[in-house]
């Protein structure tokens, strides 16, 4: 069998580490063939392609980032883009596409494996919101860089008695948010499953204060306020529509010196979260999902993703990997707000 792999969406570590897994599985165990393409999506739509075969892993799996390189290139926005993915893979003698991304990516894997196309789904998310996985890799390395600024901060924050914010990714979904706030022992995390109150953020700020420490806040991208106001500034949309943000931190920096007089300062985490080497849990995961998304490839599965459910991977359909997102649960929200102020 000839097989295509792919990249889409933003990069997060361990991409390399399963493209290594299922090229080694699939030419070594099996002996199959592999083509990449290019930039995610864009590869398949304008046919640009790299050689992919054992040579070309060698010596990835700590490498973060993606040897295939990304993008979020939406086929839906080109006119006849599907048709000339399907084209692309029929002129490259393409017999199964491997599509390593998240929800935009394999909502495009949905729709090719109703075209006909034979597809298999790994997913990819730093921020742990693909409903149908209880992990996707990215994430715990992602959590572990936060956590790591966290306990930096702590020092400063304590040195200058100000309050501190770290903004965290999370435009959805508050995964990184809560765990890196709990690991490093934040006293206020705000996420966007629940608008927060900021007359109780300020609360815990003062209450922190009055006893001789100072707060260390985590907050999500896409985390607003109770009263509707619009404290994101939205940058434009990508390729799928949805909003750049970013603002929330530095937004709230301002709300908690007006409202409490205390010195407040920021930090934006942004893209440091994606980049470096994985972390062992990651490498493992996403090695896993190589291996199995190339049985799937080789038992002639398709329209299925791969998945961490326990400790066991498993495949779900595409349609429900893509159904919905997950979200953090009132009921989890409340065991972190033991610690809050």
């Given at each position: 069998?000839?097989?295509?792999?792919?990249?889409?969406?933003?990069d997060c570590p361990g991409l390399n580490a399963v493209i290594r897994a299922a090229v080694r599985k699939g030419v070594g165990i099996y002996g199959h063939e592999f083509i990449g393409f290019r930039d995610g999506w864009k590869g398949p739509l304008e046919n640009v392609t790299m050689p992919l075969g054992v040579p070309?892993?060698?010596?990835?799996?700590?490498?973060?980032?993606?040897?295939?390189?990304?993008?979020?290139?939406?086929?839906?926005?080109?006119?006849?883009?599907?048709?000339?993915?399907?084209?692309?893979?029929?002129?490259?003698?393409?017999?199964?596409?491997?599509?390593?991304?998240?929800?935009?990516?394999?909502?495009?894997?949905?729709?090719?494996h109703a075209l006909g196309v034979n597809v298999i789904g790994v997913p990819k998310t730093i921020d742990n919101d693909l409903n149908a996985t209880d992990y996707t890799f990215g994430f715990d390395t992602a959590v572990n860089i936060a956590m790591e600024a966290i306990d930096r901060l702590h020092t400063t924050a304590?040195?200058?008695?100000?309050?501190?914010?770290?903004?965290?990714?999370?435009?959805?979904?508050?995964?990184?948010?809560?765990?890196?706030?709990?690991?490093?022992?934040?006293?206020?995390?705000?996420?966007?499953?629940?608008?927060?109150?900021?007359?109780?953020?300020?609360?815990?700020?003062?209450?922190?204060?009055?006893?001789?420490?100072?707060?260390?806040?985590?907050?999500?991208?896409?985390?607003?306020?109770?009263?509707?106001?619009?404290?994101?500034?939205?940058?434009?949309?990508?390729?799928?529509?949805?909003?750049?943000?970013?603002?929330?931190?530095?937004?709230?920096?301002?709300?908690?010196?007006?409202?409490?007089?205390?010195?407040?300062?920021?930090?934006?985490?942004?893209?440091?979260?994606?980049?470096?080497?994985?972390?062992?849990?990651?490498?493992?995961?996403?090695?896993?999902?190589?291996?199995?998304?190339?049985?799937?490839?080789?038992?002639?599965?398709?329209?299925?993703?791969?998945?961490?459910?326990?400790?066991?991977?498993?495949?779900?359909?595409?349609?429900?990997?893509?159904?919905?997102?997950?979200?953090?649960?009132?009921?989890?929200?409340?065991?972190?707000?033991?610690?809050?102020?």
């Amino acid at each position: 069998m000839r097989i295509g792999v792919l990249t889409g969406g933003g990069d997060c570590p361990g991409l390399n580490a399963v493209i290594r897994a299922a090229v080694r599985k699939g030419v070594g165990i099996y002996g199959h063939e592999f083509i990449g393409f290019r930039d995610g999506w864009k590869g398949p739509l304008e046919n640009v392609t790299m050689p992919l075969g054992v040579p070309e892993v060698r010596g990835i799996l700590p490498r973060g980032g993606t040897i295939l390189g990304s993008s979020r290139t939406n086929p839906f926005a080109v006119e006849d883009g599907l048709q000339r993915i399907t084209e692309t893979l029929r002129l490259q003698g393409v017999d199964a596409l491997i599509a390593i991304g998240g929800e935009d990516t394999l909502g495009v894997a949905t729709k090719l494996h109703a075209l006909g196309v034979n597809v298999i789904g790994v997913p990819k998310t730093i921020d742990n919101d693909l409903n149908a996985t209880d992990y996707t890799f990215g994430f715990d390395t992602a959590v572990n860089i936060a956590m790591e600024a966290i306990d930096r901060l702590h020092t400063t924050a304590e040195s200058h008695h100000r309050a501190l914010i770290v903004e965290v990714m999370g435009r959805h979904a508050g995964w990184i948010a809560l765990h890196a706030g709990l690991g490093g022992g934040a006293n206020v995390i705000l996420i966007p499953e629940l608008p927060f109150s900021l007359e109780r953020v300020c609360a815990y700020v003062e209450s922190r204060f009055q006893s001789h420490y100072a707060p260390i806040i985590v907050v999500a991208e896409g985390a607003v306020p109770d009263d509707g106001g619009n404290a994101v500034l939205e940058k434009g949309l990508d390729a799928f529509g949805h909003a750049r943000l970013g603002g929330i931190g530095d937004w709230l920096a301002q709300q908690i010196e007006k409202h409490t007089g205390k010195e407040a300062r920021t930090t934006v985490l942004g893209h440091i979260q994606r980049g470096g080497t994985p972390s062992a849990f990651d490498r493992v995961l996403a090695t896993r999902f190589g291996l199995h998304a190339i049985d799937a490839v080789h038992e002639g599965d398709s329209g299925v993703m791969v998945a961490l459910r326990g400790t066991d991977i498993v495949r779900v359909p595409l349609a429900e990997a893509t159904a919905s997102l997950k979200l953090v649960s009132p009921a989890l929200y409340a065991e972190a707000e033991v610690f809050f102020g």
